[in-house]
């Protein structure tokens, strides 16, 4: 399963309200390490050959998210992208053209959806040298869910602009898919429009776990996990940052082709009690259920 013109889920670009107090919690904490820095933003990155995948930027009290960035095959791709974004309903922001702002570079165009997120698309941006696999940094960015107050339009617009496919489906969310990994984008059923959550591949069991007590060690409990999710069957743990926004430490994310048959809510049903695979996960906490609901992305 693959999308003709999206290669992957690259970044996401934050507001925070205090840009130092950021990057030291995904620094130390967090285990990043800084690729870049501006007098008003730092880019991070982590063991992978991303440039960044997360960028902060000094904004107000409230913390927001000002674009989900995905990579393009080609500059063919690109156009291709400007093209069906604005036959599903987007507008463009910025329309094709060098990224010559941003540290990573590249050719890239933004647009913003029907609901309002923001989308940057970019093709020939710069990548490191992958760093040796370390057990408790986060490799690359493997998924983001993005909530939507009606989520049937926003997978449509997600499959007519980008190109993605359903991978599975179930009463809360659905699962998109544009590679190998079994969902890069999720859509969550809500009644509005925020980020719910920023999902950070590491590279192993050890290394959520790990991470998990590390997060602890500093005062961020877990929310929710360990655990092990259904569709994606992925590994888990996710955390409340200083702010408010939900991230979560993943691994182990199930590789899918055309072959994978998606399925729906029916086939995603857990015994009563039960939320993941394993059934020792506690729920999701009130705090993080909140926390989901907090983040919006930048108003036009």
Same mark, same amino acid.
Not at 81 to 96: K, L, M
Not at 138 to 164: C, I, K, M, Y
């Given at each position: 399963m693959s999308s003709p013109w999206i290669e992957g889920l690259r970044s996401v670009a934050l507001n925070v309200p205090d840009l130092a107090q950021a990057e030291a919690f995904y620094t130390e904490v967090w285990h990043l390490e800084v690729a870049h820095r501006k007098e008003a933003s730092v880019y991070l990155r982590g063991t992978g050959s991303d440039h960044h995948l997360l960028a902060l930027y000094a904004g107000g009290p409230v913390p927001q998210i000002r674009q989900v960035t995905l990579r393009a095959h080609s500059t063919e791709s690109l156009e291709a992208?400007?093209?069906?974004?604005?036959?599903?309903?987007?507008?463009?922001?910025?329309?094709?053209g060098p990224l010559s702002k941003n540290p990573a570079g590249g050719t890239g165009l933004t647009l913003r959806d029907p609901h309002g997120r923001l989308f940057q698309v970019v093709h020939g941006d710069l990548r490191h040298a992958p760093q040796a696999?370390?057990? @408790? !940094?986060? #490799?690359?960015?493997?998924?983001?869910?993005? =909530? &939507?107050?009606?989520?049937?339009?926003?997978?449509?617009?997600?499959?007519?602009?980008?190109?993605?496919?359903?991978? @599975? !489906?179930? #009463?809360?969310?659905?699962?998109?898919?544009? =590679? &190998?990994?079994?969902?890069?984008?999720?859509?969550?059923?809500?009644?509005?429009?925020?980020?719910?959550?920023?999902a950070f591949l590491m590279p192993d069991l050890d290394g959520v776990m790990r991470g998990g007590g590390r997060m602890r060690d500093a005062g961020h409990p877990i929310q929710w996990g360990p655990g092990r999710h259904g569709p994606g069957d992925n590994l888990f743990n996710y955390f409340i940052d200083p702010f408010g926004i939900v991230i979560e430490y993943t691994a182990d994310v199930q590789q899918v082709d055309d072959s994978y048959i998606a399925r729906g809510p029916a086939d995603w049903k857990w015994p009563p009690g039960r939320v993941d695979q394993w059934g020792i996960s506690q729920p999701p906490s009130p705090q993080l259920k909140e926390a989901q609901r907090r983040v919006l992305f930048v108003p036009t």
């Open positions: 992208v400007a093209e069906a974004a604005v036959q599903a309903g987007a507008t463009i922001v910025s329309p094709i696999t370390q057990r @408790d !940094r986060p #490799v690359r960015l493997t998924h983001v869910v993005l =909530n &939507s107050h009606a989520v049937d339009e926003t997978q449509a617009f997600l499959t007519e602009a980008f190109g993605f496919r359903l991978a @599975d !489906r179930t #009463v809360a969310i659905a699962f998109m898919n544009c =590679n &190998s990994d079994h969902h890069s984008l999720a859509v969550g059923v809500a009644d509005n429009d925020a980020l719910n959550h920023i």
